[in-house]
Antibody, heavy 124, light 110 residues
Framework: EVQLLESGGGLVQPGGSLRLSCAASGFTFSSYAMSWVRQAPGKGLEWVSA????????YYADSVKGRFTISRDNSKNTLYLQMNSLRAEDTAVYYCAKIPLLIVVVPAVYFDYWGQGTLVTVSS | SYELTQPPSVSVSPGQTARITCSGD??????AYWYQQKPGQAPVLVIY???ERPSGIPERFSGSSSGTTVTLTISGVQAEDEADYYC?????????????FGGGTKLTVL
C-alpha cells in the first residue's frame, strides 16, 4: 500500500524558512517522480514543484521559483521542500504527491497518490 | 498564465447525472485529469488521461473531451459523491513546464 507522510509544517514568521519532508513507503521510491501541491485555507489546489525519480530534473511554479527548493534522498525514501523567504501567501496545507512516471513527461504528469498534508502558517 | 475554468458549483438529486466541465485553450492538445476532495481529506484521483478510470474508482465516474472542454460525468449520483472536484492539466505555454488546476467545483447532492 502506497503511503506518503508529510512532516515539518508549523508557524513561521514572514521572511523565515521551513523544510518539509515526505516519507514514502509501499512502492519503489526511486522509480517515480514526486511533487508538492498546496492548498491555501478555503481555496483550491496549486501545483508547487516536481522532481524526477533520479532527482536530476526539477520544476517550479513561478510563485515559488527562487525561494523554494525541491530535493529527494532515494536512500531514505524521502522527499523534501526547502522553503525560504516565506510570505503570508505561502500559508497553506502542503501535500506530497506521487507522479506515476520516472521521468517528467509534461502532458502525462498527474498525481496518483497523495499524503494527508502538513499545514504551513506564515504570520507574525 | 494558463487557466482552467470550472463552474463554482453543481447541484443534483440522488440518482441523477452530474456533469462538471473544465475549459482551457490547450485542452485539445493536453490530457486532463480529475480529482475528488472531501472536506478535511486529501484529493483522490478519479479520472486520468481524459477518460481512464483508476482501479477502485466506481464505474459511475467517467470523463470525456471535446475541443477546449473536458467533462467529468457522475452517473447515478450518490450522497457520498458530495465533494469538491478539480481538473488538472499541463501548461505548455511558458518557457518552463508547469501544471495547473482548475478552481474547483463543489458538487452538492440535494
Amino acid at each position: 500500500e502506497v503511503q506518503l507522510l508529510e512532516s515539518g509544517g508549523g508557524l513561521v514568521q514572514p521572511g523565515g524558512s521551513l523544510r518539509l519532508s515526505c516519507a514514502a513507503s509501499g512502492f519503489t521510491f526511486s522509480s517515480y517522480a514526486m511533487s508538492w501541491v498546496r492548498q491555501a485555507p478555503g481555496k483550491g489546489l496549486e501545483w508547487v514543484s516536481a522532481i524526477s525519480g533520479s532527482g536530476g530534473s526539477t520544476y517550479y511554479a513561478d510563485s515559488v521559483k527562487g525561494r523554494f527548493t525541491i530535493s529527494r534522498d532515494n536512500s531514505k525514501n524521502t522527499l523534501y521542500l526547502q522553503m525560504n523567504s516565506l510570505r503570508a501567501e505561502d500559508t497553506a496545507v502542503y501535500y506530497c504527491a506521487k507522479i506515476p512516471l520516472l521521468i517528467v513527461v509534461v502532458p502525462a504528469v498527474y498525481f496518483d497518490y497523495w499524503g494527508q498534508g502538513t499545514l504551513v502558517t506564515v504570520s507574525s | 498564465s494558463y487557466e482552467l475554468t470550472q463552474p463554482p458549483s453543481v447541484s443534483v438529486s440522488p440518482g441523477q447525472t452530474a456533469r462538471i466541465t473544465c475549459s482551457g485553450d490547450a485542452l485539445p492538445k493536453q490530457y486532463a485529469y480529475w480529482y475528488q476532495q472531501k472536506p478535511g481529506q486529501a484529493p483522490v484521483l478519479v479520472i486520468y488521461k481524459d477518460s481512464e478510470r483508476p482501479s477502485g474508482i466506481p464505474e459511475r465516474f467517467s470523463g470525456s473531451s471535446s475541443g477546449t472542454t473536458v467533462t467529468l460525468t457522475i452517473s447515478g449520483v450518490q450522497a457520498e459523491d458530495e465533494a469538491d472536484y478539480y481538473c488538472q492539466s499541463a501548461d505548455s505555454s511558458g518557457t518552463y513546464a508547469s501544471w495547473v488546476f482548475g478552481g474547483g467545483t463543489k458538487l452538492t447532492v440535494l
